[in-house]
């Protein structure tokens, strides 16, 4: 079936370092990729997406290149902030299964020091 | 604009007690609807997701239902919640029948004691 697995955290920056959260899939069809964003006894939000190989998602500095190649949608970002701290979840979804599921790594906790 | 609520926000209940989680969406028609359930610090478990009224899939074996009793509403709900019921837990929305992102509810943490 299809799988998400994403690099075991936490990561621990300071503020200004680069920033990499590897993540590579499995999937039988072509599917649509996700980075969410999770702050703090909050719910998820989509932070930037990629629907076909070679798609590049960025938001608020941060960007991530679908590589079917690969498998993977690794996200990246320059220089991160304190506010960034959070845990990060690469999803995908795949029609091509026949099912309207969801597919969420374990998540990545980022935390930026000042 | 689409807007996703759920409530309560937090919850402190018994073991053996009854749950009844609510989940509503505005500003779309016959979205699918997802519960999903996350551990302290552990990653999303997709508990029940739904593509139309009274139509539900059911992800884990577990002593929780769910419902869909309007296009918009989705409950949670136990007869009787143990220990191990205790979590955050997400309702999601997306549009109906294509890849595109999913929308998350704010969360309703859940205490068993």
């Known amino acids: 079936g299809d799988s998400v697995t994403q690099m075991e955290g936490p990561v621990t920056l300071s503020e200004e370092a680069f920033l990499t959260i590897n993540c590579t899939y499995t999937?039988?069809?072509?599917?649509?990729l996700f980075w969410y964003v999770q702050y703090p006894g909050e719910g998820l939000q989509l932070l930037l997406k990629?629907?076909?190989?070679?798609d590049k998602g960025s938001n608020k500095g941060f960007e991530a290149t679908y590589r079917k190649e690969t498998t993977s949608f690794h996200l990246e970002k320059g220089s991160v902030q304190v506010s960034d701290s959070a845990v990060y979840f690469c999803?995908?979804?795949?029609?091509?299964?026949?099912?309207?599921?969801?597919?969420f790594g374990t998540g990545t906790r980022l935390k930026v020091l000042a | 604009s689409q807007t996703i609520h759920q409530w309560p926000a937090t919850l402190v209940q018994p073991v053996g007690s009854p749950l009844s989680l609510e989940c509503t969406v505005e500003?779309?028609?016959?979205?699918?609807l997802y519960w999903y359930r996350q551990a302290a610090g552990r990653g999303l478990q997709l508990l029940f997701y739904?593509?139309?009224?009274?139509?539900i899939s059911s992800e884990v074996p577990q002593n929780l239902s769910a419902s869909r009793p309007q296009d918009r509403q989705f409950i949670l709900s136990s007869k009787k919640l143990l220990l191990s019921d205790s979590g955050f837990y997400l309702c999601?929305?997306?549009?109906?029948?294509?890849?595109?992102?999913?929308?998350f509810g704010p969360g309703t943490r859940l205490t068993v004691t």
């Open positions: 999601a929305w997306s549009p109906e029948g294509a890849s595109y992102e999913q929308y």
């Open positions: 999937a039988t069809g072509y599917p649509s």
């Open positions: 990629a629907t076909k190989a070679d």
């Open positions: 999803a995908l979804s795949d029609l091509g299964s026949g099912t309207y599921k969801y597919i």
């Open positions: 500003g779309t028609s016959n979205p699918n």
């Open positions: 739904s593509v139309g009224i009274g139509q």
